[in-house]
T-cell receptor
C-alpha cells in the first residue's frame, strides 16, 4: 500500500539554524499536509499543499509540493526552542477516499 | 478559535471492558475521523465518517470497534472488549472538506 517515508528520522540543531526535512512516497499524492506534534498532544496542522510545485509559507515555515507529486519538503528558518517536536507529513490515499496516511515522522530537537 | 475537544484525556480500563471515547468536532465540519497512535509510533488511520455513515475504515478497525454520532454534536468511538494492545492515544479529527484540518488533543487509553 501507499507509504510515506520521512527523513531524517531525528535531528539535533542549534538555535537559530535553518532546518530542512522531507517526505517521500513511491506513489502520487494530490495533497500534502504537514503537522507538528508536541508530547502528549494531538497533531497541529502547519501547512497544507494542494498543487504540484506549490510553495507555501507560514511564518518561519515553508513547504513545497514536489513536481513529481511523490515528495514534499518542509523548511524551518531560524529555529527556536519551541520548534522542538515531531513533524509529520500526511496525505490522502488515492481514489478519492477519506483515509489519510501519516509519515514516519521527523523528531526535531533544538539546542539553545 | 474553534477546536476539536476530546474526553476523557486519560482512561484506564481493565482488559475485556468496554470503553467509549468521546469527541466534539468543530461545529460546521462535515467529515469526522478517528486515528490512533501507539506510543512512539506514527499516527494510524482507523475510520472516517460522513453523512452519518462510515466512509472508510482500516484493517485495524475490526468488529470490536464502532463509531456513532448520537446527536448533532458528539462523535464517539466504542471499543467493545479492550485488549492490552489497544493501549494508545486516540485522536479525533474533523474537517469541513476532505482536507483534514483539526485534531483533538487525544485520549490516552491504558488497558491493564
Amino acid at each position: 500500500g501507499q507509504q510515506l517515508n520521512q527523513s531524517p528520522q531525528s535531528m539535533f540543531i542549534q538555535e537559530g539554524e535553518d532546518v530542512s526535512m522531507n517526505c517521500t512516497s513511491s506513489s502520487i499524492f494530490n495533497t500534502w499536509l504537514w503537522y507538528k506534534q508536541d508530547p502528549g498532544e494531538g497533531p497541529v496542522l502547519l501547512i497544507a499543499l494542494y498543487k504540484a510545485g506549490e510553495l507555501t509559507s507560514n511564518g518561519r515555515l515553508t513547504a513545497q509540493f514536489g513536481i513529481t507529486r511523490k515528495d514534499s519538503f518542509l523548511n524551518i528558518s531560524a529555529s527556536i526552542p519551541s520548534d522542538v517536536g515531531i513533524y509529520f507529513c500526511a496525505g490522502p490515499t488515492l481514489g478519492g477516499t477519506y483515509k489519510y496516511i501519516f509519515g514516519t515522522g521527523t523528531r526535531l530537537k533544538v539546542l539553545a | 478559535e474553534p477546536e476539536v475537544t476530546q474526553t476523557p484525556s486519560h482512561q484506564v480500563t481493565q482488559m475485556g471492558q468496554e470503553v467509549i471515547l468521546r469527541c466534539v468536532p468543530i461545529s460546521n465540519h462535515l467529515y469526522f475521523y478517528w486515528y490512533r497512535q501507539i506510543l512512539g509510533q506514527k499516527v494510524e488511520f482507523l475510520v472516517s465518517f460522513y453523512n452519518n455513515e462510515i466512509s472508510e475504515k482500516s484493517e485495524i478497525f475490526d468488529d470490536q470497534f464502532s463509531v456513532e454520532r448520537p446527536d448533532g454534536s458528539n462523535f464517539t468511538l466504542k471499543i467493545r472488549s479492550t485488549k492490552l494492545e489497544d493501549s494508545a492515544m486516540y485522536f479525533c479529527a474533523s474537517s469541513e472538506f476532505r482536507q483534514m484540518v483539526a485534531f483533538g488533543s487525544g485520549t490516552r487509553l491504558t488497558v491493564v
